[in-house]
């Protein structure tokens, strides 16, 4: 009888649980929010007017050299070298990864005193010294060291043009930052997983190509995709070398037209636009290496601007509604 009666009898908070219809959806308002964004929208709009009614920003001219030849045989160029320059970088730090993490002592000197040399030292100080080499070294020869064997010899100022100066310049300082991207993206892999392949027979590159690579794409991608971006706005340097990208034609037109606002509102154009192409495969190849374990929302800013939080859900008595 008594475990009857226990069994019968409701429990603390079964009593006090509240129903389903006594949950009331209350939306969280962010009135903050909306005032920082009317705020934002307004100084917006005020800059862009203020830019359309400016007469010293000559319009006229910009239209004039937005689609001009001379502008897309720079855009060839830039885009030439900023795919030539990731594709070397990307190749050569991944050997110089993987050299830093051996074991082998001199594999790792020299792949850290590479990354020590191109990490070290500005980027433009790169681009005037290959593109200027010609002053350190007449000709490159090869052949057999300390002997008059020689197998080619080249004229340097020849051999070393402005573009494959440029390209030199930009590929092998990326390769110093693609290498310490690339290492960081091996190491977060558990070594667990290089061991259970080791253990089924699996060679070291067959396993670094197979099992560890793909794994740590998903910390690879994100910043090389910035890298990439970076690198194609870092192809203006080369401007000093006259390597004929983008920056070098827009140069050479205000040079003789004497509009360099215009014109560097040309360039800013293209480069804008050339970014917001490049951001549409790093966002595709983020999502496709970070299925399963990506972190946070991957809607586009424009959803996440208009959505709202979730909304919070209060606990009301049936006598409080019902006073």
Same mark, same amino acid.
């Given at each position: 009888?008594?475990?009857?009666?226990?069994?019968? =009898?409701?429990?603390?908070?079964?009593? *006090?649980?509240?129903?389903?219809?006594?949950?009331?959806?209350?939306?969280?308002?962010?009135?903050?929010?909306?005032?920082?964004?009317?705020?934002?929208?307004?100084?917006?709009?005020?800059?862009?007017? &203020?830019?359309? =009614?400016?007469?010293?920003?000559?319009?006229?001219?910009?239209?004039?050299?937005?689609?001009?030849?001379?502008?897309?045989?720079?855009?060839?160029?830039?885009?030439? @070298?900023?795919?030539?320059?990731?594709?070397?970088?990307?190749?050569?730090?991944?050997?110089?990864?993987?050299?830093?993490?051996?074991?082998?002592?001199? @594999?790792?000197?020299?792949? &850290?005193?590479?990354?020590?040399?191109?990490?070290?030292?500005?980027?433009?100080?790169?681009?005037?010294?290959?593109?200027?080499?010609?002053?350190?070294?007449?000709?490159?020869?090869?052949?057999?060291?300390?002997?008059?064997?020689?197998?080619?010899? $080249?004229?340097?100022?020849?051999?070393? =043009?402005?573009?494959?100066?440029? @390209?030199?310049?930009?590929?092998?300082?990326?390769?110093?930052?693609?290498?310490?991207?690339?290492?960081?993206?091996?190491?977060?892999?558990?070594?667990? %997983?290089?061991?259970?392949?080791?253990?089924?027979?699996?060679? !070291?590159?067959?396993?670094?190509?197979?099992?560890?690579?793909?794994? $740590?794409?998903?910390?690879?991608?994100? !910043?090389?995709?910035?890298?990439?971006?970076?690198?194609?706005?870092?192809?203006? @340097?080369?401007?000093?070398?006259?390597?004929? *990208?983008?920056?070098?034609?827009?140069?050479?037109?205000?040079?003789?037209?004497? %509009?360099?606002?215009?014109?560097?509102?040309?360039?800013?154009?293209?480069?804008?636009?050339?970014?917001?192409?490049? &951001?549409?495969? %790093?966002?595709?190849?983020?999502?496709?290496?970070?299925?399963?374990?990506?972190?946070?929302?991957?809607?586009?800013?424009?959803?996440?601007?208009?959505?709202?939080?979730?909304?919070?859900?209060?606990?009301?008595?049936?006598?409080?509604?019902?006073?």
């Amino acid at each position: 009888m008594a475990t009857a009666a226990l069994a019968g =009898t409701p429990r603390d908070h079964d009593r *006090d649980a509240p129903a389903d219809e006594d949950l009331t959806v209350v939306p969280v308002r962010h009135y903050g929010r909306w005032i920082a964004a009317l705020v934002s929208v307004v100084s917006l709009s005020g800059l862009v007017g &203020s830019l359309a =009614t400016n007469a010293n920003l000559r319009w006229d001219i910009i239209g004039d050299y937005i689609l001009a030849d001379l502008i897309f045989d720079g855009l060839a160029t830039t885009l030439w @070298l900023t795919v030539a320059s990731m594709a070397l970088g990307l190749v050569l730090g991944t050997v110089i990864a993987v050299m830093r993490l051996s074991s082998n002592p001199v @594999l790792y000197g020299l792949s &850290s005193l590479f990354v020590w040399a191109f990490r070290g030292t500005p980027l433009l100080v790169q681009i005037i010294f290959w593109g200027y080499a010609g002053a350190l070294y007449k000709s490159v020869l090869i052949g057999i060291p300390f002997t008059d064997i020689t197998f080619i010899q $080249a004229d340097t100022n020849t051999l070393l =043009t402005p573009t494959i100066a440029a @390209l030199l310049a930009l590929g092998l300082n990326e390769a110093a930052y693609a290498s310490e991207i690339v290492r960081a993206g091996i190491q977060s892999v558990d070594t667990g %997983q290089a061991e259970a392949a080791h253990s089924l027979g699996m060679r !070291p590159t067959l396993t670094m190509r197979r099992i560890v690579l793909p794994q $740590a794409m998903r910390v690879i991608i994100p !910043p090389m995709g910035n890298e990439t971006i970076n690198m194609l706005k870092m192809t203006a @340097l080369v401007s000093v070398i006259a390597a004929h *990208d983008l920056m070098s034609n827009i140069q050479d037109v205000y040079a003789q037209n004497y %509009q360099v606002i215009p014109m560097l509102v040309v360039a800013s154009l293209w480069y804008l636009a050339l970014v917001s192409l490049l &951001s549409i495969p %790093q966002t595709w190849l983020e999502r496709r290496y970070g299925r399963g374990s990506a972190r946070g929302d991957h809607s586009s800013p424009l959803r996440r601007m208009f959505s709202g939080s979730a909304p919070v859900i209060t606990r009301t008595d049936k006598k409080e509604k019902g006073r």
